[in-house]
């Protein structure tokens, strides 16, 4: 079911058809915070006023042509100007696909270096987010690249993919922040570990390679297992609570994120927002079983309730 739903999440005839049909649009508002800046800025008040942490990452990916990834771009500068006026805690999250990664790299390292120089003069932080396999060595090679004239970047190592370790190495010597996830893509065998015990052991592994590193990193997960392991390891190390942060997303484990903040770890959320939100909204409802049962139970409600009567 994973598999298939990743793979629907690609698929350009049926996005209209879940993006225009209101309980769809009514199950995704559980995952995105809205359609506007304004509704993501909410959001990031009210997560900061819960003493969260934002990112803000304007929902969008693979832009076919160069004005959508310039003014995917310009949205960027914007969204900046705009947390620093309210003055909010939070930075932005992209994908370099949103900045025209498939119409080649010099258009799109530009203007994430337009973006990560406008953050630096404002003290803010980009985290560029990592997609499909087909884009890890682009997406690192551009992060290393930019990450040599500007600080405030850093990316996101996916720990399913065999290659994290030696990327986590890499980017490590030249002092990159990054943030660890498992990885949300549907990849190929020879590609990523198939089996949810591996990508967690690996996971474990790579937290353990990145958190003594004095780089101050982000651990992004709602896995008990994986936070506990975090927690065990920073103790056994004496690595403090203000030198890494726990990430999560917006809408998923509310409670283990208050329990988190409760325990005084930090904490950041990631909320996206957007009008293109289908991929987004697919991966989420792949990752579990119960979203989807969610959502189709209330895409039939009669059918439904005639079962249940
Ligand atoms: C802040 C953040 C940023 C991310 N950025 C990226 C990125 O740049 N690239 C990328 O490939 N992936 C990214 N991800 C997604 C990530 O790779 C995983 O797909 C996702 O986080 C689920 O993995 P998990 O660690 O929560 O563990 P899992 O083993 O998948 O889940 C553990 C538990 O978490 C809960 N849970 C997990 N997902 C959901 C959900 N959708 N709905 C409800 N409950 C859920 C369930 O209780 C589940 O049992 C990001 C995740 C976070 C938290």
Redesign the pocket.
């Known amino acids: 079911m994973r598999s298939l739903l990743l793979h629907l999440s690609e698929n350009k005839r049926l996005a209209p058809l879940i993006m225009h049909n209101a309980v769809s649009r009514r199950v995704a508002r559980r995952?995105v915070a809205g359609e506007t800046l304004n509704d993501a800025i909410e959001a990031a008040r009210e997560v900061n006023r819960a003493k969260r942490s934002a990112?803000l990452d304007l929902l969008g990916e693979n832009v076919s042509d160069e004005a959508g990834a310039r003014r995917a771009a310009d949205d960027y500068l914007a969204i900046f100007d705009r947390i620093a006026r309210e003055k909010l805690d939070a930075n932005v999250?992209l994908?370099l696909t949103q900045l025209g990664l498939d119409l080649g790299e010099p258009l799109c390292q530009d203007l994430l270096e337009k973006i990560v120089g406008h953050a630096a003069e404002l003290g803010n932080f980009v985290?560029i987010?990592?997609?499909?396999s087909a884009y890890t060595q682009r997406t690192v090679e551009i992060t290393r690249r930019v990450r040599s004239r500007f600080t405030n970047v850093g990316t996101?190592m996916?720990a399913?993919l065999y290659r994290a370790e030696q990327d986590v190495k890499d980017l490590l010597s030249v002092g990159c922040r990054m943030?660890l996830?498992?990885?949300?893509?549907k990849e190929p065998l020879d590609v990523a570990f198939p089996k949810?015990e591996d990508?967690?052991a690996n996971?474990v592994k790579l937290m353990k390679l990145l958190l003594p590193s004095g780089i101050y990193h982000?651990i992004?997960?709602?896995?008990?297992a994986?936070i506990q392991a975090t927690k065990e390891f920073v103790r056994e190390k004496e690595i403090g609570r203000e030198q890494f942060e726990f990430?999560?997303?917006y809408?998923?484990?509310t409670d283990l994120q208050e329990q988190l903040v409760r325990q005084g770890y930090r904490l950041?959320?990631?909320i996206p927002f957007g009008t293109d939100w289908f991929p987004y909204f697919m991966?989420?409802?792949?990752?579990?079983p119960?979203?989807l049962t969610f959502f189709l139970r209330n895409l039939m409600p009669l059918s439904g309730r005639r079962h249940s009567s």
Request: proline letters at 2%; glycine letters at 8%; hydrophobic letters at 30%.
């Open positions: 995952f990112s999250s994908k985290r987010d990592m997609e499909g996101v996916q399913y943030r996830c498992k990885g949300a893509y949810k990508v967690d996971y982000g992004a997960t709602h896995d008990p994986m990430q999560m997303l809408g998923i484990r950041r959320v990631y991966r989420r409802l792949a990752e579990r119960a979203n």
